[in-house]
């Protein structure tokens, strides 16, 4: 199934929802998950984000809806090539997107702004049974 890696839906399978999951084995320098530029054009109601981070013990999982993903994706790819990279040179732009627990350059995505998030499953539920 395209832009799905787990299908969810109500008891007789009326409403669905696609679940995209990304998986880190590490938080690495950046302390996030590497994607593509698709997400940023992912943005349905009907398609949720599960970010984990396997490197905790028990591994840590927030649930985003696309939209949300879709607008933070765009707002910090923005910043990122607005802002000078190594040697004051630009940044080239390219295909590929990071997803992080926080942006440093960004006021609104601040450390914790994905607290909201963790273990969120019941957005699943809430949109199944709409």
Not at 6 to 14: K, P, Q, S
Not at 83 to 111: C, I, Q, S, W
Not at 118 to 124: F, G, M, N, Y
Request: charged share 25%; aromatic share 10%; glycine share 4%.
């Amino acid at each position: 199934m395209p832009n799905a890696d787990i299908l969810v839906t109500d008891r007789v399978g009326d409403k669905v929802s696609a679940l995209q999951v990304k998986t880190r084995l590490e938080p690495g320098p950046d302390q996030g998950w590497h994607m593509s530029k698709m997400p940023e054009e992912l943005d349905s109601p009907n398609i949720y984000y599960c970010f984990v981070a396997m490197e905790c013990d028990p591994p840590k999982c927030w649930i985003l809806p696309s939209l949300i993903a879709a607008k933070t994706l765009k707002v910090w790819h923005q910043k990122w090539l607005s802002e000078p990279g190594k040697n004051r040179r630009a940044h080239n732009d390219t295909n590929m997107r990071r997803f992080r627990e926080v942006y440093p350059l960004l006021a609104e995505y601040p450390l914790g702004w994905l607290d909201s998030y963790r273990e969120e499953w019941d957005q699943l539920k809430a949109a199944a049974s709409s």
